[in-house]
């Protein structure tokens, strides 16, 4: 494989699940803040599918 | 609130099942509990699955697979969640285009229904007991459209679903899409994206009301914070996995490609008439793929060594094991590896078509996402 795409396999899928992970967990402490009106309430859904993938980037 | 359209689980080998094991419970740290069914997640039978919602408290729910044509539901078609003094209905369905194939020792059966019949029998009920409905759709983006069309209301008045997520094709929506007045949203490709769909919600009339841009996908790329705990998590589990795909014994992988009456010659033979072009590939990046792996210490990653070596999923190929007949060599991307095998150089006439045609074979668009075959190919002109 190319330089350029080992880059890319790093960036683009190596650390992502990791990164996924983290940054998950600072936006379920948004997921749950209160109603802002008296006539609405603040909904926030977080959604995601398909994650699997490899963890680890090849080389 | 955060929801998964499925495919949280991974391919059927044993690596990704650990694999899958290590996932499920850093997914559960985060909080997921509710979950749609993709095809996926029957990869490694009913059972694993079972085992895996106790384990973790999960939820997968669908209501639409059963094990015989006409009997029960596998799993409650949908379930109910409080959030905010609000009732938010859960329901999923999968595509019956999806097989399901698992790797249990006695291999389960599993019948799909008609998506669209799953849901005119359970939606009325599930609307009646909800504010909100969300359907966790694991369908194509084309049967995802189908499907919506009729189960918004124009208005927004009566729809009988309010927001799908759309499970299953590789795609993220950034924008809200609406099919009537379905909110449509999309975050998928192996953990790469997570949607966030921001609303208010009439306390009264329960009606949904969205901001200007109410869709935010992360992109998680290098530029995405990491946390210290779950990156040492990582850390650990790569280690025990490779650890683990070094004790597996060479050469116990499926090779669906090839023939056994056909062989690898290597590219020394190759350079015995074609020296010019040996010496073009041995200056190139293809004569160090393999080394790559070597220094990330995922020589041993069955995902990854197909496309470090030479045939790796054909007959005679490369073998860690074989040192006799010389298949432990075949590694980096070789001519033949291109080219196919040598011993069919001069009788198939297809030396150069074929590879031609195999550059994507691993500069897919995951792995080699600016692969463009002129410029590539320049690289290597020989």
Known sequence: MSRESNRSMLGRRGSALVAALALLLAALVVAGRESRADQGVDLTLLFQSAVQGKISPCG | ?382
């Open chain 2, 1 to 382: 609130m955060a929801l998964d359209g499925g495919d949280l689980f991974g391919q059927r080998t044993q690596s990704e099942k650990d694999q899958t094991s290590f996932l499920c419970k850093e997914t559960a740290a985060l909080g997921y509990k509710v979950f749609g069914v993709g095809e996926m997640d029957l990869n490694y039978g009913l059972d694993y699955l079972r085992e895996t919602e106790k384990t973790y408290g999960f939820l997968f729910v669908n209501a639409n697979v059963r094990q015989t044509a006409g009997g029960p539901l596998l799993f409650p078609p949908y379930t109910v969640i409080e959030q905010e003094g609000l009732r938010i209905g859960v329901i999923s369905v999968l595509s019956p285009a999806m097989k399901i194939t698992t790797m249990s020792a006695t291999p389960d059966q599993f019948v799909v229904d008609s998506p669209r019949d799953a849901l005119d029998k359970y939606l009325p009920e599930l609307r009646k007991k909800s504010d909100v409905v969300v359907l966790l759709a694991h369908l194509s983006s084309t049967e995802t459209r189908e499907l919506l069309v009729g189960m918004g209301d124009k208005d927004g008045n009566n729809p009988l679903i309010d927001i799908c997520v759309e499970g299953q094709d590789i795609r993220q929506y950034r924008r809200l899409n609406k099919i009537g007045s379905v909110a449509l949203l999309a975050a998928n490709n192996q953990g790469k994206y997570v949607g966030q769909l921001d609303m208010t919600v009439d306390k009264k009339s329960h009606q949904i009301q969205f901001g200007e841009e109410p869709v935010t996908i992360y992109e998680l790329d290098e530029k995405s914070p990491e946390t210290t705990a779950v990156r040492d998590r990582v850390t650990s589990f790569e280690a025990e996995a490779a650890k683990k795909a070094k004790e597996i014994p060479p050469d116990t992988h499926s090779r669906p490609l090839g023939s056994t009456s056909e062989k690898f010659l290597g590219a020394s033979a190759c350079a015995k008439c074609h020296s010019q072009d040996y010496q073009t590939y041995a200056s190139s990046a293809h004569a160090r793929a393999w080394q790559t792996l070597v220094e990330k210490g995922q020589e041993s990653n069955s995902d990854c060594v197909g496309c470090h070596v030479v045939g790796y999923n054909h007959v005679n190929g490369y073998d860690r094991g074989d040192s006799q007949s010389g298949r432990n060599s075949l590694y980096n991307v070789q001519c033949e590896a291109c080219h196919g095998y040598g011993t069919q150089h001069v009788r198939d006439g297809q030396w150069v078509a074929a590879a031609k045609s195999s550059c994507t074979t691993c500069h897919t668009a995951e792995n080699s996402p600016n692969f463009e075959y002129a410029s590539y190919w320049a690289k290597i002109k020989h």
